[in-house]
């Protein structure tokens, strides 16, 4: 373990950063089509959403926009109506 990654597992009482990033996050990440594909709605329609600060979370890498599968499914809970 390195010692940035020491240095700030000592610091969280929870799981450790490196142990964290072990999990491979990119198993997660789906493109902007295959969101808006999971989703059904357009590719615009994510671009807006995004600008209006609704739908679900991006990340954007670059030019490159990815979404996490678990972000979508939390978001689509979050709309259920009670």
Not at 6 to 22: D, F, H, Y
Not at 37 to 50: D, N
Request: net charge positive; charged share 25%; aromatic share 8%.
């Amino acid at each position: 373990m390195s010692a940035y990654f020491a240095s700030i597992g000592s610091l969280n009482s929870g799981p450790t950063l490196e142990k964290q990033m072990t999990h491979d996050f990119r198993d997660d990440l789906i493109t902007c089509e295959d969101a808006a594909r999971h989703l059904a709605v357009s590719i615009r329609t994510l671009s807006r959403w995004a600008r209006l600060r609704k739908g679900p979370p991006r990340i954007k890498v670059g030019r490159s926009i990815f979404y996490r599968r678990s972000a979508i499914e939390h978001w689509l809970l979050s709309l259920e109506n009670g």
